[in-house]
């Protein structure tokens, strides 16, 4: 029987019983802890689970924290994330699932990203997964790109619409403006020259 209150206490290297079960990869007693309530993101370690995990190149338990909310670009005290570890290591298969799951390949520790680590190392298989995992970001890119580029000139299109529509009311309007004005001095002469007419007509009357 598990204590749970235990099951997160570090030892005096900082790790927890997740850390030293993925460290040996066992699968079976990664599974029964993360149950019992063991922390796969602990806070304030010298170590996390997932680091221990891609030191052993396991990525049966590596798959296993990443379903249970692993953070893919936490920074330990040596490495940097598990995609450094990866890098350094050369373990290309949990480098490649780092990446499938979204780990950023461009996150520093030191000022080194997994990459300047993997040549370092002499990496050769885990820069030829860094290179896919780029060519499919660049092509995922260009289509967000060209959808983007494609919402514009729809964009583009409705607000020429709505521009002309704009100018023709703005027309209409000031037709209509016209024709008012047209109207009123037409009125206000009219009664001009029948009032006129009318006080013409007055002044004969009375001669």
Not at 12 to 36: E, F, M, P, W, Y
């Amino acid at each position: 029987m598990i204590c749970l209150c235990m099951v997160n206490l570090p030892n005096i290297d900082g790790a927890t019983a997740l850390c030293d079960a993925c460290s040996n990869g066992c699968v079976q007693t990664v599974r029964l802890l993360l149950k019992n309530g063991a922390h796969v993101n602990p806070p304030f370690l010298l170590t996390t689970p997932i680091h221990e995990t891609v030191l052993k190149d396991n990525w049966t338990c590596l798959k296993l924290l990443l379903d249970h909310g692993a953070d893919l670009d936490k920074n330990d005290l040596h490495f940097g994330t598990p995609l450094h570890v990866a890098a350094y290591k050369g373990h290309s298969v949990s480098g490649a699932v780092l990446l499938q799951a979204g780990a950023s390949p461009n996150v520093t520790k030191t000022h080194q990203t997994p990459l300047h680590l993997a040549a370092r190392s002499q990496n050769l298989d885990f820069i030829r997964v860094r290179g896919r995992s780029r060519m499919k970001w660049e092509r995922e890119t260009e289509v967000v790109m060209a959808t983007a580029e494609k919402a514009w000139k729809e964009l583009e299109k409705i607000a020429q619409v709505v521009v002309v529509v704009v100018i023709v009311a703005a027309a209409a309007a000031v037709v209509v403006v016209v024709v008012v004005v047209v109207v009123v001095v037409v009125v206000v002469v009219v009664v001009e020259v029948v009032v006129e007419v009318h006080s013409n007509s007055s002044t004969c009357s009375s001669c």
